[in-house]
């Protein structure tokens, strides 16, 4: 997603297709937001929030936490998790393996 696009689009046709997120961002919830909701600013926890809002009545929430997880994405609110929350499940993955 390049910051800034409009709309939001989770398919991210411009990625390489070994990165791009699979068939389920047909069913994306957040397909059309404004995608600065989507990759807030530092600190910016009630952008944060309000993605997350948008996540958690979404279908494919755990499909794109899963791709989020799996391809490293530093950025951005993927499946419900921030930066924070993806580095915390990194961790303790880390930790208990
Ligand atoms: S979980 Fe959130 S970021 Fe992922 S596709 Fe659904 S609305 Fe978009």
Redesign the pocket.
Known sequence: MMRGAYPYD?TMAYRPARTRPGPW?QH???VGSNPDL?YPGRGDNRTVHA?KT??HA?P??SE??DHALTNGEKYG????LSELDRRRVRGHKRWVA
């Open positions: 989770p961002t994306a919830k957040c989507f993605a948008i996540c979404c494919v929430r794109c936490a609110v993927w499946g419900g």
